[in-house]
């Protein structure tokens, strides 16, 4: 019975007995293990004997031996420690003997780096050639370092356009096992592109093809581009431009081959050739949506605007069709879904038919976006400009998408986003490499124009403010008639959304001149809101309130104003209080410079909530460019607006619409639209209610001028009118003789314009072909000036 009892309380307790015996077994391995390591390490302090270290301590040494499994060192030991040993960089030399028993370790110790210096390099700076090289302060000197550290200086002096640099390598012996390495550069002179060749084009001319890539050949404004530097980086990347651009042309199939870059020593530079094959022009042909997973209707998404039918192939259009069918796949639920375009070519009848085949995509999900390099700009900023978030469904197509946007905040000199696998199969971190590049500007200009005279204008700002992507800019202009300072601050994305906000502060001031018989001042400020609708229209939103106001001064004529000018200097300041909003549609292809593309700009304003006066005011400008050859682009203006006084009001003189260049030119500022012809009086112009005026205009290069001097030639037709005078036809029993029809005001001239890194330069002469007998003409139209 005994023993019975004794068997039920084992059984009863065996977890417990288990338990013990359990600690008791690992706090045996744990005293084992200690006792071995302990016996190892005396094994080794007694088989291995460490001569010539310093710095470096013996077990340190000693530690990068394993012996074999007899407790041996054999001749593979020994080769594996010794190869261990000198790829730490620690030791210049390390040999290994056997004495009996025992192995002798020698080790000369490298000296320890305490200064790398660069002498010679003006072009390159110091921290630019630390960030490219190994060596580092207080680290080891490694003279196999050294010299593959001089050959990436000589690849960074590559990248600025030199190779005829040359880079010795000095080290200087300071005592205490402290050297200093300092890199000797010999810069020599740039290697510049001398000229650029295309062969295989003939869609479209040379000229419009060097427009196209970022290498230029060396002219007289490369000192301010450096685009005539050789980069060899630089040259592959047009070459990829080049292509892109031919597909976003029509050219699906066009491929452009490795340029040939040949150095040419009689004229000291590289000559750059381009040889593309540009293969036909297609057109879209049906363009259709195809779904593979259940549930999904492609009907709805057909609906979507998307590449159309008929129109020349754009590849761009195809890479914007995707990633609208993503954002509204994924609206509808399915995160995952990929539309990818399946072409089918027809040689015989020049067309591209694709269809969007939507399938399921692998379920990944992003574990961590990590963003490096960006040393100014915070992380925030580039996360806003993903769709997606760390945790959400992984979309390839919407991190293209935040790579271009990035791109195009201007903020960085790269920007690349890479992927690597996360720590699940399922997982995908995100690699956001960033640099930095220069966001501030400050700019001292001088410029002239028929209209303000001599004006001269200090510009200061950053739009990556303290690298939060704010925009701040500061301007302060003062001329012979005209005076102002204008502070602007505006942030992009608004309290953490798409809406952007700004605001803006202004004082400006214009004397009587020969165009104008008051001196006017105008200041107040303006809150803004801008809603992105698609990629091609956004709506801005805006208040204003400011104060304008009219005073007399000596008219160049010697003559009193018109009563109408009169009474409105009378009346004083007044207030404007006024709501407005502009939508703007854009497809053009390039903002600056277009070739292709409309852009339509419709603005109203309602004036009245609050202040002194109320008027609404409608206006719309649209323009359209269109491509004729390499060399031409055509483009059709058409603008037009209206003003009307509400609430017994009439719209303020200053509100209303004044005639001149900037509707039909080879007239004077206020050379056309309503006039009192009042005698005794300046004649003036006192605006008009309604307007209208159209452009047709043929714009080229100029032949024999690289396309990098920004020189284009124009000659147009302008035609327009102002008219619809709703001011006081009579003042203090004296009735207004005011011109107020609406005569169609004409003319076709040639202008020519000048992007020049310091402003913008333009020169227009037009010949008047109809106009009103009152109407001021100025055939020439000069104005000079980043304003």
Not at 192 to 207: D, E, L, M, S
Not at 447 to 461: H, T
Request: glycine share 10%; hydrophobic share 40%.
């Amino acid at each position: 019975m005994k023993i019975k009892r004794i068997t039920q309380h084992w059984r009863s307790h065996r977890p417990l007995v288990g338990a013990w015996w359990l600690a008791v077994a690992v706090g045996t391995i744990v005293i084992t293990s200690v006792a071995v390591s302990a016996e190892t390490a005396a094994s080794l302090q007694d088989s291995i004997i460490v001569e010539g270290n310093r710095r470096i301590e013996a077990d340190t040494i000693r530690s990068y031996f394993s012996p074999a499994r007899e407790g041996s060192f054999d001749d593979a030991t020994r080769d594996a420690a010794l190869k261990a040993l000198l790829a730490t960089g620690l030791f210049e030399k390390v040999s290994i003997d056997r004495a009996g028993g025992r192995l002798v370790v020698h080790v000369n110790e490298a000296p320890v780096l305490d200064r790398v210096a660069f002498e010679g390099n003006r072009k390159v700076k110091d921290a630019d050639l630390a960030a490219a090289i190994e060596s580092r302060p207080r680290g080891s000197l490694q003279r196999a370092a050294v010299q593959t550290d001089a050959g990436r200086i000589i690849e960074a002096y590559r990248h600025v356009g030199r190779d005829d640099v040359r880079v010795v390598p000095e080290i200087i012996d300071r005592g205490n096992d402290c050297v200093d390495l300092v890199y000797r550069i010999t810069e020599g002179v740039k290697t510049p592109v001398r000229q650029i060749n295309f062969t295989g084009n003939h869609a479209f001319g040379n000229r419009q093809l060097k427009a196209v890539i970022k290498t230029s050949a060396t002219n007289m404004l490369s000192f301010l581009t450096g685009g005539d530097v050789y980069d060899a980086d630089r040259v592959a990347q047009d070459q990829e431009l080049l292509r892109l651009y031919y597909r976003s042309k029509g050219y699906a199939d066009a491929s452009v081959a490795p340029a040939r870059a040949e150095y040419d020593p009689a004229v000291k530079g590289f000559t750059v050739t381009f040889t593309i094959d540009e293969g036909q022009l297609y057109q879209f042909g049906d363009i259709d949506v195809v779904s593979n997973i259940p549930g999904l209707d492609p009907e709805r998404l057909r609906r979507l605007p998307l590449a159309r039918n008929d129109a020349v192939f754009d590849g761009n259009a195809l890479d914007k069709s995707s990633e609208v069918l993503a954002v509204e796949m994924a609206k509808l639920g399915y995160p995952f879904a990929q539309a990818m375009p399946r072409i089918t070519r027809d040689a015989a009848a020049k067309r591209i038919r694709v269809a969007f085949v939507i399938d399921q995509g692998p379920r990944t999900y992003v574990e961590r976006i990590e963003i490096h390099g960006n040393a100014r700009t915070r992380d925030y900023v580039i996360r806003r400009e993903f769709d997606i978030a760390e945790g959400d469904p992984y979309n390839n197509t919407l991190i293209d998408r935040a790579e271009r946007r990035l791109k195009n905040l201007n903020y960085f000199k790269t920007i690349k986003i890479s992927n690597r696998p996360g720590s699940a199969p399922d997982r995908i971190v995100l690699d956001v490499e960033a640099v930095d590049g220069a966001t501030g500007d400050f700019n001292i200009a001088g410029g002239y124009s028929s209209a303000d005279g001599a004006l001269v204008q200090v510009k200061a700002g950053d739009h990556n403010f303290d690298g939060t992507g704010t925009n701040v800019q500061a301007s302060m202009t003062y001329g012979q008639y005209a005076n102002g300072v204008d502070l602007t601050v505006s942030e992009p994305y608004f309290l953490g959304t798409r809406v952007s906000a700004g605001i803006e502060l202004f004082d400006r001031q214009s004397d009587v001149t020969s165009y104008q018989s008051y001196n006017s001042t105008t200041y107040g400020g303006s809150l803004q809101f801008g809603t992105p609708i698609t990629e091609q229209l956004g709506v801005q939103w805006r208040y204003s309130i400011y104060n304008q106001n009219i005073t007399l001064g000596t008219t160049t004529t010697g003559l009193p104003p018109s009563l109408a000018i009169q009474q409105a200097a009378a009346a004083g300041p007044a207030w404007v209080s006024a709501v407005g909003s502009t939508a703007t549609y854009s497809t053009l292809d390039d903002a600056k410079s277009p070739t292709s593309g409309i852009k339509s700009q419709l603005s109203q304003d309602l004036a009245g909530l609050g202040g002194d006066v109320k008027f609404r005011r409608t206006t719309e400008d649209v323009r359209y460019y269109q491509s004729i050859n390499s060399d031409l682009v055509g483009m059709v203006r058409a603008q037009g607006g209206y003003i009307t006084g509400w609430g017994g009001q009439q719209a303020p003189l200053m509100n209303s619409f004044f005639g001149g260049p900037t509707m039909v030119r080879g007239f004077a500022a206020n050379g056309f639209g309503p006039r009192d012809l009042t005698p005794g009086t300046d004649l003036d112009n006192v605006g008009g209610s309604m307007y209208w005026a159209t452009t047709a205009e043929l714009q080229s290069a100029i032949p024999g001028v690289p396309n990098e001097y920004g020189l284009k030639a124009s000659a147009f037709v302008d035609a327009g009118s102002v008219f619809g005078y709703s001011g006081p036809n009579s003042i203090g029993g004296t009735a207004l003789q005011v011109a107020n029809k609406n005569i169609i005001r004409s003319s076709v001239g040639v202008g020519l314009t000048w992007a020049s890194p310091f402003g913008a330069l333009t020169v227009d002469y037009a010949v008047p072909i109809t106009k009103a007998a009152y109407d001021v003409v100025q055939p020439f139209n000069f104005s000079a000036g980043g304003f």
